[in-house]
């Protein structure tokens, strides 16, 4: 079996880390796969979005701990130069919505992964844990970005020094988390919920992601600027066309994703 799953249905690419054995810790050959698999799934015109989820009872442990001591290894130096850090762009820059759907635990690089996604939901049972400093690391793959943007300065300095864990609960209250859905429920759930993002607008959904990947370092100025520039792109698709025509005719919609 592979390390990192594809399988389309639906117009939706569920992507699933699938070395559950090891709490789908990321060794190198894993992480190269996933950029692989989001490579496809960015060039794929029967994908309209993308659901990452973990195989087994965790999400992801982050960096295989094993691999950064073997003598055979990568090496400290392309851990997160070639394996992470290109995730983490991938997951920024396909031209699609992405869904985290943590499933179980959420440590180091694992946990700051689901944060750089789109939308994060998450199961009532998982966890989320900034790992780093216990092993006297640094909060790496987008931690020290995303997650001081999504819940504070404050919160994610105290969670990132105490690597303290935090419950799907407090990890919504938190704002970590956009939704968390009882175990029973999850799987359906958070695929139904990409199921629907994949029936949206999709370039419509691109142009917001792309308004949002700047929000934090323009100026209100330029955001403005840049919001009429996407906004004119937005406008020329079949779909604002097609979003118009089927609420004056009052029907549903039916989005092209062009
Ligand atoms: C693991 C791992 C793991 C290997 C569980 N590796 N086997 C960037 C730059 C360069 C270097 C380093 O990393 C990074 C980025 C990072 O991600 S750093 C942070 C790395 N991750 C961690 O420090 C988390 C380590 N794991 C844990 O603290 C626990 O496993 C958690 C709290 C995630 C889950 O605890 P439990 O539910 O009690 O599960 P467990 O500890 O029993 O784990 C199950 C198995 O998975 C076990 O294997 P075994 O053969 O004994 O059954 C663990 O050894 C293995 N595993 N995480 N990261």
Redesign the pocket.
Known sequence: MESVLLDVSNNVAYITLNRP???N??NREMALLLQSKLDECSASAEVSSVYITGAG??FS????????IDPNGPG?EK??SEQ?NPVIRKIRTIEKPVVAAVNG?A????ANIAFCCDIVVASASSSF?Q??S??G?IP??GGTYFLPRLIGFQKASALMMTGE?INATDAERLGMVYKVFDDEVFSEESKKFAEALAQMPTRGLWFTKQALNKTFNNSFKRQLKLEDELQQEAAATDDFKEGVKAFMEKRKAEFKGR
């Open positions: 054995e090891k709490l810790a990321f009872k965790g442990a982050g960096q295989d701990l094993a691999e950064v400290m851990i997160l992470f635990v440590a180091g690089a694992g844990i790992a780093f216990k092993i690391l790496d793959s864990k």
